[in-house]
């Protein structure tokens, strides 16, 4: 008997298999005749260099120059990919922790739900359009500046001066690292709220997923809205946070804002210099899926699957 549950486990959980991979077989076959051609192409180019005639485009072998340059010559490279990991490590736990605690808000019944919602989520339609274009081209930053104020015909920073406020605590003892960690995240509020539509979505979507048996039957046991938190809310959504944290690397690995982005995209639209944006974009690529990796590995130790 136990045999015969067993081979009908085997038999459901090939079945559920399958079908993930027909969903995802467009991805695949996607990555299989558009992607790694391209991947390939990239490699070859920055193993090459580059010679422009009347046929078009000449690549002769190089070997690994372009990829030496990059790390032992170019004085830039390096620590503009530093500074991206910065923004990384800086992102990845504003962005989730400021999502989760909006999802929280949203999920509650008030007046005007709906309308909060589409407020939040709005960032992600309009990103596609003007509104990157303005970010590219700082049309933002010219708005609104991390000194305090919005522009010369603009409201004074005479009522509150931002970099007074940070000197004070800067000279205060308290540890210069979550100094610069609260104003680094301080300075990059509107990024915050505009970059966290759809991690809000994913955590409003898991919220409403919890059955609310389980609320209800905890308030009963004296449980509190803290306990409520740790041992209801989020055992049910941590493989919801992988998915937000996984998004938020992608973003900001990639958004126009990224100084490495910009300074990869600088090479590539030279021709000269062709050869030597494939070989960044790839070294960046290869840093992006370390990064990946590891950050998957770390926060899926603390992941609760619900059978």
Known sequence: MKRVQKLRSAVLRSKREAIGYVFVLPIIIGLAMIYLPSLYRAVKISLSEISYEKTGMV???????QYYYAFRIDPDFVPTVLESMRNLLINIPTIVI?????????????VGRSIARAVFFL???TATGILVMAEANDTIQMLYSGSGKLNEGGLSSNIFNYESFKMMFLNSSINQRYISFLFATIDRIYYIVTSSGVQILIFLAGLQSIPESMFEAAKMEGATSWEILWKITFPYISPLILVSVLYTIIETFYSFNNPIVVYINK????????????????I???????AIAVICLIINRFIVYQD
């Open 59 to 65: 690549m002769e072998y190089e070997g690994l120059s």
């Open 98 to 110: 400021f999502s989760f605690f909006m999802a929280n808000v949203l999920n509650q019944k008030f």
């Open 267 to 282: 090479y590539l639209q030279d021709p000269n210099n062709f050869a030597y944006g494939s070989a960044i974009s790839l």
């Open 284 to 290: 960046y690529f290869a840093v992006s899926a370390v």
């Open 123 to 125: 960032p992600v339609i």
